[in-house]
């Protein structure tokens, strides 16, 4: 069993930057893929980016690319999404999710993660 908890949302002016992390518990989440989604108001719950067990593959979703960087650190259990260059369409509550089954990092199976945090909400104003 993985719980996972939020951290590091808010308000910020557009072109600005926040780092959200995502603090883990239990032994097995060091070797288990982890991703970040996000929910805007009225939208789908959609991938950002996602990473793999050993923190060196890394995916992300088009519109993140160039902005965003997902890392991790297994000594500390945590997961983190740097954003710079923030937009008001990057507006969303944001979920970090992590894998019982897979290491590997993936963007389009949803299914594959089992075990989501609670969502920390990020505003980006104009």
């Known amino acids: 069993q993985v719980q996972l908890v939020e951290s590091g949302g808010g308000l910020v002016q557009a072109g600005g930057s926040m780092r959200l992390s995502c603090a883990a518990s239990?032994?097995?989440?060091?070797?288990?893929?982890v991703a970040w989604f996000r929910q805007a108001p009225g939208k789908e719950r959609e991938s950002v980016a996602s990473i793999n067990w050993r923190g060196d593959i890394t995916l992300y979703v088009d519109s993140v690319k160039g902005r965003f960087t997902i890392s991790r650190d297994n000594t500390k259990n945590t997961v983190y999404l740097q954003m710079n260059s923030l937009k008001p369409e990057d507006t969303a509550v944001y979920y970090c999710a992590a894998s019982a089954t897979s290491r590997y990092a993936n963007l389009r199976d949803y299914g594959l993660y089992n075990y989501w945090g609670q969502g920390t909400q990020v505003t980006v104003s104009s």
């Open positions: 239990g032994r097995t989440f060091s070797s288990t893929a």
